[in-house]
């Protein structure tokens, strides 16, 4: 598929079994950006660009010259071979790539799509069932539930990630060319749709719950006010549609097609948070007790601070992918044999990697998760690592290497050592930090020391007034808390304030998709919230760059 802003040209692309397609493309996509259009890109985390990451690695046939980023990223063995980023390479015609997998077609047979296999319940059906739905940036989470509660349960990544990790990036992949904003939502439709149809009967009522990019691009909402300063909000949700699979009413797999899009309070606070604060509201035995924050972390930091019933603050920053694990030399999303926590021992440092628990009574992974094929770090991983560096002297509060005082920091210490023209730690075989990786993780600490600090001083409270801190989203499922108080992110003393609350948009999204009372009790708070635009305020640069330390600013 070629933009309409240049003349098409023509790659040679050869997959894995010696397979060859003709992929038009124009001179200004990226490699990545033109196979991703093609359908010819599997899903798995990337680095949106960056360069750090390596998923998009394929050869290159011909002279071709790599670069600064290609030979910091990728072995000798695998340059001298051809090997390149697909992300940093143009899609020049005439260049004839090779791929180190299959075309997509053949894997989702052997994968075992929703067509083949069906979704298994351990129980009967009982009434009619509703479709709770979390489309994160990253993954998309779901629950199917009858008149009894949840039925089975299941994850994958986002499809779109191939067209960026974070949601800038990927609004200005959406926004490059006229057909790129109608490829990313029938991605996500075409995946809903097939998720519907290896149901063993019709849904009944869908509830989506996305922040404001992902909801936008599945419904094709304006995308510019999202993309360009003075930020505004396409639409403020709360109602009830139809999505585009929806639209042939007599297919068997839906039946009657509504599908409810929780209240969007902002332009970066979206479905996803207004669910999250609904799950808080009406979960818990009793509401939680005012003043609290509701934090919910990913390439996006969405606030809520709650000052009372009827007064809310709410703000924004950008994180970037760090904290999802992704544009880190050795990171990951959270998958199983990942490394999710670092703790420091008499012995050294033990990593503890995630568990691969199966699919179990309701869990049902639609499509498989990559595992990673060499060790990997997650980002609650380089968290608990930053933390416990921090705690033996190797690491100091600017982020830089130190050699560390102690016997047990000296044992460490011995991973220290210069390779490629950088100062990396050794983990383990193919497994390290650089310096460049602890930037990035201080630059996530900064925006949420930030956030945190301005919603407060707006909200005219100290921090010893706040009565909780629940954290939600990628932070939330893994987190070493005490990793949190020790890194800065919340102020000393702070961790027994911190409640991990899981994946708090599916939560609400499952109350919201089933109880009026609580579409009412949502549909009602969110004109209330104010917005502040931390990132447009004139010494927005000053107050950020001040907690680009390690300790609570």
């Known amino acids: ?204 009522r869908i509830c989506v719950a996305g922040n404001t990019v992902m909801t936008a691009l599945l419904l094709e909402w304006p995308l510019r006010g999202l993309a360009v300063a003075p930020y505004q909000r396409p639409h403020p ?18 039946d009657d097609g509504r599908t409810y899009i929780p209240p969007q309070p902002a332009p970066f606070i979206g479905g996803d948070l207004s669910a999250g604060l609904t799950a808080l509201h009406f979960t818990a035995a009793s509401p939680p007790a005012y003043p609290f924050l509701l934090a919910d972390l990913g390439t996006n930091g969405e606030f809520i601070l709650a000052l009372g019933p009827e007064r809310y603050l709410a703000a924004s920053v950008p994180m970037g992918p760090a904290l999802e694990g992704i544009g880190m030399s050795c990171g990951s999303a959270a998958l199983p044999g990942v490394w999710v926590d670092v703790a420091v021992t008499p012995f050294g440092l033990q990593p503890r990697p995630l568990e691969d628990s199966g699919t179990g009574n309701t869990e049902h992974v639609n499509v498989p998760l990559p595992k990673p094929n060499r060790q990997r770090i997650s980002g609650t991983g380089y968290l608990a690592l930053l933390a416990g560096l921090l705690r033996l002297g190797l690491l100091d509060r600017t982020g830089g290497f130190a050699p560390g005082d102690s016997p047990l920091a000296r044992q460490v210490g011995l991973g220290l050592a210069d390779r490629d023209g950088e100062r990396r730690f050794l983990l383990g075989p193919d497994v390290y930090l650089t310096g460049r990786d602890v930037e990035e993780m201080l630059k996530v600490k900064a925006a949420f020391n930030l956030a945190f600090s301005r919603l407060l001083a707006e909200g005219g409270i100290q921090p010893e007034a706040l009565r909780a801190v629940y954290l939600a989203g990628a932070l939330g499922e893994h987190a070493d808390l005490s990793a949190l108080e020790e890194l800065g992110f919340v102020p000393p003393g702070y961790r027994r304030r911190i409640h991990p609350v899981g994946n708090s948009s599916l939560t609400g999204a499952a109350l919201l998709i089933n109880s009026p009372e609580a579409r009412d009790w949502i549909e009602r708070i969110a004109p209330m919230i104010t917005t502040l635009n931390i990132g447009q305020e004139p010494d927005f640069f000053s107050h950020y760059t001040q907690r680009l330390v390690f300790r609570h600013v």
């Open 237 to 254: 949700g709360g109602f009830w549609t139809r999505l585009p699979f929806q639209e042939t009413p007599q297919e068997a797999y839906v």
């Open 1 to 204: 598929m070629a933009s309409e802003s240049g003349a098409s040209e023509v790659l040679v692309v050869e997959d894995a079994l010696r397979r060859t397609r003709l992929v038009r493309t124009t001179p200004e996509q990226t490699l990545a950006q033109a196979l991703f259009l093609e359908g010819l890109w599997p899903t798995k985390p990337f680095c949106s660009g960056l360069g750090r990451c390596g998923h998009c690695l394929v050869y290159v046939v011909g002279d071709s010259e790599p670069s600064t980023d290609e030979r910091a990223t990728l072995s000798p063995e695998v340059l001298e071979q051809g090997g390149r980023l697909a992300c940093r390479r143009h899609a020049v015609g005439g260049l004839k790539v090779r791929l180190p997998f299959a075309f997509p077609g053949i894997a989702a047979e052997s994968a075992g799509a929703f067509e083949s296999n069906g979704i298994a319940l351990a129980r009967s059906v009982s009434g009619s069932l509703a479709l709770a739905v979390d489309l994160g940036t990253t993954s998309l989470h779901w629950q199917l539930l009858d008149d009894k509660g949840v039925l089975v349960q299941g994850r994958e990544l986002n499809p779109q990630l191939a067209a960026g990790s974070e949601v800038m990036s990927r609004l200005g992949f959406a926004l490059a060319a006229p057909d790129n904003a109608r490829m990313l939502r029938d991605v996500v439709s075409r995946r809903l749709r097939e998720l519907t149809m290896a149901l063993p009967a019709p849904v009944d």
